[in-house]
């Protein structure tokens, strides 16, 4: 059974970080996209940033990128999120996804997902 669990959500204050995990269980598909979306209230889900397993290519959503850093530790099957510069738009649940199975990465249609976990930001 796959299981992905994520933690290292909170709140902090504009300007701070913080670096989400995302523990993966039951799954280690070495060539497949795996990602971090958000969700705000009365808000779509979007795609943050996604990693290509095989290579380690990342790609960032325009409202993230040089804030952002995703990376995966494979040894350890884990997914993380670096957050730095972290600003009030950038509250919302934060979910990771694995296995993409249709369109571009930061479409939701990934077969596996997180429970998600809360990032707030003050201002």
């Known amino acids: 059974q796959v299981q992905l669990v994520e933690s290292g959500g909170g709140s902090v204050q504009a300007g701070g970080s913080l670096r989400l995990s995302c523990d993966i269980s039951?799954?280690?598909?070495?060539?497949?996209?795996m990602a971090w979306f958000r969700q705000a209230p009365e808000k779509e889900r979007e795609g943050v940033a996604g990693i290509f397993t095989e290579s380690g290519s990342a790609v960032y959503a325009d409202s993230v990128k040089g804030r952002f850093a995703i990376s995966r530790d494979s040894a350890k099957n884990t997914l993380y999120l670096q957050m730095n510069g972290l600003k009030p738009e950038d509250t919302a649940m934060y979910y990771c996804?694995?296995?993409?199975?249709?369109?571009?990465?930061?479409?939701?249609?990934?077969?596996?997902w997180g429970q998600g976990t809360q990032v707030t930001v003050s201002s």
């Open positions: 039951g799954y280690t598909d070495s060539n497949d996209w």
């Open positions: 996804a694995a296995w993409l199975y249709a369109g571009p990465w930061y479409t939701p249609a990934y077969k596996y």
